[in-house]
T-cell receptor, first 111, second 112 residues
Framework: KQEVTQIPAALSVPEGENLVLNCSFT??????LQWFRQDPGKGLTSLLL?????REQTSGRLNASLDKSSGRSTLYIAASQPGDSATYLC??????????FGPGTRLSVLP | DAGITQSPRYKITETGRQVTLMCHQT?????MFWYRQDLGHGLRLIYY???????DKGEVPDGYVVSRSKTENFPLTLESATRSQTSVYFC???????????FGPGTRLTVL
């Protein structure tokens, strides 16, 4: 059964800093990996989807990488802003299975 | 507006009552999902649907019933609500199986 972990559980950084969020999964035979952000009391907003054949995806200041062999994905946020403060979740799908979500990393970007 | 909507946004009910949470999407996505989000458990899949009249159980289906008579609607019913079903419920949709998922704003349900 796929298990997804995200470390750290919480992260606090000063504005302008570049940062990396981590997502680890136990079964490397994945189909897709998706990164979301969730603001307090809100739904999940899709950030990036990486297919198993891809190594990375970029959207604006966000870059997500995928290393299936090591069971890891990272979300890189450049030049962080207070508006980036949210909880970031990754979700992994395997062939024949639905997405399994990680517990999330709560990010605070301090002005 | 196009997208995925959920109603009601907040609901308080009593133990034993029947409750139906509604989900509507305007993208004509084939796949729809119901999740619950709880502290300490994260997001867990309750039920999903691949198309109209096709539904299947997820990780935590007990106590819930779903139907999908139209592609755009996917209601979730708690037949006899229990306190353990107090949670935030999210509906999501995707165009294809295991494709990018898009989430609704959620329904916060409290069972007293």
């Amino acid at each position: 059964k796929q298990e997804v972990t995200q470390i750290p559980a919480a992260l606090s950084v000063p504005e302008g800093e570049n940062l990396v969020l981590n997502c680890s999964f136990t079964d490397s035979a994945i189909y897709n990996l998706q990164w979301f952000r969730q603001d307090p009391g809100k739904g999940l907003t899709s950030l990036l989807l990486i297919q198993s054949s891809q190594r990375e995806q970029t959207s604006g200041r966000l870059n997500a990488s995928l290393d299936k062999s090591s069971g890891r994905s990272t979300l890189y946020i450049a030049a962080s802003q207070p508006g980036d403060s949210a909880t970031y979740l990754c979700a992994v799908s395997n062939y024949g299975q639905n997405f399994v979500f990680g517990p999330g990393t709560r990010l605070s970007v301090l002005p | 507006d196009a997208g995925i909507t959920q109603s009601p946004r907040y609901k308080i009910t009593e133990t034993g009552r029947q409750v139906t949470l509604m989900c509507h999407q305007t993208w004509s996505h084939s796949y729809m999902f119901w999740y619950r989000q709880d502290l300490g458990h994260g997001l867990r899949l309750i039920y999903y649907s691949a198309a109209a009249d096709i539904t299947d159980k997820g990780e935590v289906p007990d106590g819930y019933v779903v139907s999908r008579s139209k592609t755009e609607n996917f209601p979730l019913t708690l037949e006899s609500a229990t306190r353990s079903q107090t949670s935030v419920y999210f509906c999501a949709s995707s165009r294809l199986e295991r494709d990018e998922q898009f989430f609704g704003p959620g329904t916060r349900l409290t069972v007293l």
